[in-house]
């Protein structure tokens, strides 16, 4: 069973900090990886994608991926209350799996004030 | 990216009834998915929807209890059948759509929240 893991949390930062969410995946040959922000009650909304090891940053955002460690991250720079959701980390195979994403149970981030 | 909407946002229904979900793009995509995600809990995929063939089902989902139809590439319907109060949950459409955001990116609809009595 391919399985994508996050810790549950809560994780609570200062308003200003760095945040970072992790996430670890099963299935080797996963090609395609992606954070999501799902607010309370609202659906998962796409923050970053990442295809490559190494970083990639957007704004306050930086997804880091290590193929080899099986091992994906999400970095917030300057925590903003706003920012308070859950994380959902998502996984999507090359080949065998068709077109599916396997989701974490997802990281849930408060920032205080 | 693609813009989607879903009917209705939310119902509260009887046990042994049926419900149909409305998904709908504003743009043709390829591919469309149906998710659960039960209180607290994360999203599960139920299925593919297939345009123009029947709808590829994950284990644990079988088509009589969420027949799935796909008439176009805008459009698709997910029926939860003989609804028991273990269905209560969120039920969202996703889409891809490549070309309008990053490789293999799915986007979500609102969803639906359902609650069964």
């Known amino acids: 069973q391919k399985e994508v893991e996050q810790n549950s949390g809560p994780l609570s930062v200062p308003e200003g900090a760095i945040a970072s969410l992790n996430c670890t995946y099963s299935d080797r040959v996963s090609q395609s990886f992606f954070w999501y922000r799902q607010y309370s009650g609202k659906s998962p909304e796409l923050i970053m994608s990442i295809y490559s090891n190494g970083d990639k940053e957007d704004g306050r955002f930086t997804a880091q991926l290590n193929k080899a460690s099986q091992y994906v991250s999400l970095l917030i720079r300057d925590s903003q209350p706003s920012d308070s959701a859950t994380y959902l980390c998502a996984v999507r195979e090359l080949t065998g799996g068709g077109n599916k994403l396997t989701f974490g149970t997802g990281t849930q981030l408060k920032v205080e004030l | 990216s693609a813009v989607i909407s879903q009917k209705p946002s939310r119902d509260i229904c009887q046990r042994g009834t049926s419900l149909t979900i409305q998904c709908q793009v504003d743009?043709?995509?390829?591919?469309m998915f149906w998710y659960r995600q039960q209180p607290g809990q994360s999203l599960t995929l139920i299925a593919t929807?297939?345009?123009?063939?029947?709808?590829?089902?994950e284990s644990g989902f079988v088509i009589d209890k969420f027949p799935i139809s796909r008439p176009n590439l805008t459009f698709s319907t997910l029926t939860v059948s003989n609804m028991s109060p273990e269905d209560s949950s969120i039920y969202l459409c996703?889409?891809?759509?490549?070309?309008?955001?990053?490789?293999?990116?799915?986007?979500f609809g609102p969803g639906t929240r359902l609650t069964v009595l």
């Open positions: 743009s043709q995509v390829t591919m």
């Open positions: 996703s889409v891809e759509a490549p070309g309008q955001g990053p490789p293999d990116t799915q986007y």
């Open positions: 929807a297939n345009q123009g063939s029947e709808a590829t089902y």
